[in-house]
């Protein structure tokens, strides 16, 4: 069995966008497999970045039957809800034909975090989407979804055992290359609306097993009810039609027309030609207001990360994407491409460990993963896969603002010589990446990564394993 990997962290500015391609050389033929694990980059207020064009038109995806002529993309993953990570995921939908799209999971409270955070980034399409979610709908911009919940941290739990599928629908005989069926790990059946992140997806060529398959491993670290509970209490305080989140049937209509009440434009004040604004702020920045309260409440020295476009992330789904199969049996081929350096690798098991190239990737979207228990979570979740990643993309672009929220760990690069990537606008004006951050991981002997808008190429690896 041949399985070839290729995975590219695109430059498309202050963003991320990662693509990635799985295929199988199996008896019955060739199959393959394609995810994207979030879609975004943006410039100043709120447009979209023009590397990210670029970026779409990059993407080499295959037509399938059932995609109606136009070419299919498997797997759409978004990380959350920031714009600079899904602002281009809409046209992606459009162009391509989407099987399924993974989201972290949405109920009534994480509903009201993301509204009142991004109260100025949502239009009302959106609100209409989201809050369908949170109420029990199964689609998201009309495509299947699945929401990723915070599942059980018993030990036990962490490592699932192979387990074959039953009834799993076998690809179309005229497709080539032949579709992937997606599978749960634990139950062999296609993943529903919500599943449990110490479950696992495994995509493969066959529906007898995980012999030959891919592993995608979610983390989603969810919404403390604490303070979950102090933005219902904040967004009450202030007329917020809280009872809304929960209605199906007028709830989002409610919403924005809440949200879209505007502040009162104001008397020119005498003796003056312009106009000065008086009265109440508008209702979208009272609910920003409303949560910047609810973070001071909860852990104030998080307030600085909530100021203007800086918005603490407390909804962040990480991604460990490998093989399901025994690397250590493999022979495992690697060459990356960065700007204009080629870099080559070839891995035999007889190797020692510390001179092995790992197979692994974990994305970290905007996690707080500087933070202690936040990062213990993380890494009990991750105890098999990290230590077989060779590729982390950084959390929140190379982010570390100064006395607040903390997103990078030194504990990502858990070896020497891990790929540390980061994807950041080059004039963006937060800062990103971060001296600190830069550092830490020049200390740890990392192999420093960057990516944006200039690096036309990004970051790819391309990866050939050959095992028995």
Not at 144 to 161: C, L, W, Y
Not at 284 to 313: F, Q
Not at 427 to 436: A, E, K, Y
Request: proline share 6%.
């Amino acid at each position: 069995m041949k399985v070839k990997h290729s995975r590219v962290q695109h430059g498309v500015g202050q963003g991320s966008f990662h693509s990635a391609t799985v295929e199988f050389e199996a008896v019955s033929g060739t199959h393959r497999f394609d995810y994207i694990y979030d879609c975004g980059a943006m410039v100043a207020f709120g447009r979209e970045a023009p590397g990210l064009k670029h970026a779409l038109h990059r993407l080499s995806l295959e037509q399938r039957a059932a995609g109606g002529g136009r070419a299919v993309l498997d797997l759409l993953i978004l990380s959350h809800f920031d714009a600079d990570h899904m602002n281009g995921a809409k046209k992606l939908v459009e162009r391509y034909s989407v099987d399924r799209i993974v989201l972290p999971y949405l109920g009534i409270e994480e509903l009201a975090l993301v509204i009142a955070s991004q109260a100025h980034a949502f239009d009302e399409r959106t609100i209409e989407q989201l809050h369908g979610l949170a109420n029990n709908a199964n689609t998201f911009w009309g495509h299947p979804v699945t929401m990723v919940k915070i599942g059980s941290r018993n030990a036990e739990d962490g490592t699932f055992q192979p387990r074959a599928a039953e009834g799993t629908e076998q690809p179309s005989t005229q497709e080539f290359p032949r579709r992937v069926p997606v599978i749960l790990q634990s139950t062999g059946a296609a993943p529903g609306t919500v599943m449990l992140d110490n479950d696992n997806l495994i995509a493969g060529p066959s529906v007898a097993g995980i012999a030959d398959a891919w592993k995608l491993r979610f983390w989603n670290r969810g919404l403390d009810p604490a303070l979950g509970g102090l933005i219902i209490e904040a967004l009450a305080h202030i007329r917020f039609p809280v009872a809304a989140l929960s209605d199906q049937n007028n709830g989002a209509r409610d919403i924005i027309a809440w949200l879209n009440v505007k502040p009162p434009k104001g008397r020119a004040k005498k003796g003056h030609g312009t106009t000065k604004a008086s009265g109440p702020s508008g209702n979208r920045d009272l609910a920003v207001a409303a949560y910047r309260e609810a973070i001071l409440k909860y852990k104030p020295t998080w307030l600085s990360e909530t100021n203007g476009d800086l918005l603490a992330n407390f909804l962040s789904l990480g991604l460990y994407s490998g093989p399901a199969f025994n690397a250590d049996v493999s022979t495992i081929w690697c060459r990356t491409i960065h700007d204009d350096f080629h870099y080559f690798y070839k891995y035999y098991p007889s190797l020692p460990p510390r001179e092995r190239l790992l197979p692994g990737w974990i994305g970290t979207g905007d996690a707080p993963l500087g933070e202690p228990a936040i990062w213990q979570d993380f890494k009990a979740h991750y105890t098999v896969e990290l230590p077989q990643t060779q590729t982390v993309v950084m959390p929140h672009h190379g982010a570390a603002p100064v006395a607040s929220t903390r997103f990078y760990n030194t504990g990502l690069n858990h070896r020497q010589g891990v790929n540390s990537v980061i994807s950041y606008g080059a004039r963006n004006s937060h800062g990103h990446p971060h001296p600190s951050v830069l550092a830490g991981i020049t200390y740890m002997d990392g192999r420093l990564l960057l990516v944006n808008e200039q690096t036309r190429l990004g970051f790819q690896e391309i990866y050939l394993f050959e095992h028995p």
